[in-house]
């Protein structure tokens, strides 16, 4: 296994249209969590997903924003309508839970949307 | 809720200099705390951790001590190298009701030669 994978790597569109990110975990995490990164912040939490259940959304997460874990494994993250604002580093991480102590995140490299 | 604070930078330091980039947070219940590390163009990745009071944690030549007294996570390296150029995150994560990583705002490091 080579670790969170994330599709595509950059990603750049025109306000108002619509883009979608894949998320790739490593295979025997059953969680996984969705980050925003804008330039000279920390990591903000979107959301996270205990195999295919959505445990929690962050406020941050508009009505606009949806992600999904359909079968347990891989997540996509979509953005509709997209906003210049919305232009940041998306990362995805995952991680085994607690079952072998402290819950520690695995970081994929990120997706970067340029929102014009 | 949970929050961590880190000292701001840029931090800028000649090589074999010492480092500390302090971090402290406050947390709902007993926290495990974490250094992650996101070098130029790639992603972040985990430094050391430590899940209770005065848990040390080390990699690399880093160190950083649980201290639940004082709930600080502060990191130390005693001589820094150029390739120890980075952003540097604290970060905590709980167990009541969610288990989401909650990071600080990253400090800035830059070692020159």
């Known amino acids: 296994d080579t670790g969170v994978s994330q599709d595509p790597r950059h990603k750049i569109t025109k306000r108002g249209q619509n883009v979608t990110f894949r998320c790739d975990p490593i295979s025997e995490h059953n969680r996984l969590y969705w980050y925003r990164q804008t330039l000279g912040q920390g990591p903000e939490f979107l959301t996270y997903f205990q195999n295919e259940a959505q445990l929690e959304k962050s406020r941050l997460l508009s009505d606009r924003f949806s992600a999904e874990r359909p079968k347990g494994s891989f997540s996509t993250l979509e953005i509709q309508r997209t906003e210049q604002g919305d232009s940041a580093m998306y990362l995805c991480?995952?991680?085994?839970?607690?079952?072998?102590?402290?819950?520690?995140?695995?970081f994929g490299a990120g997706s970067r949307l340029t929102v014009l | 809720g949970d929050s961590v604070t880190q000292m701001e930078g840029p931090v800028t330091l000649s090589e074999e200099a010492f480092l500390t980039i302090n971090c402290t947070y406050t947390?709902?219940?007993?926290?495990?705390l974490f250094w992650y590390v996101q070098y130029p163009g790639e992603g972040l990745q985990l430094l050391l951790k430590?899940?209770?009071?005065?848990d040390k944690g080390s990699n690399k030549g880093f160190e950083a001590t649980y201290r639940k007294e004082t709930t600080s996570f502060h990191l130390e390296k005693g001589s820094v190298q150029v390739s120890d150029s980075a952003v540097y995150f604290c970060?905590?994560?709980?167990?009541?009701?969610?288990?989401?990583?909650?990071f600080g705002t990253g400090t800035r490091l830059t070692i020159i030669p």
């Open positions: 970060a905590l994560i709980t167990y009541f009701g969610n288990e989401k990583l909650t």
């Open positions: 430590a899940t209770k009071a005065d």
């Open positions: 947390a709902t219940g007993y926290p495990s």
């Open positions: 991480a995952s991680s085994p839970g607690t079952a072998l102590g402290a819950n520690v995140l695995t």
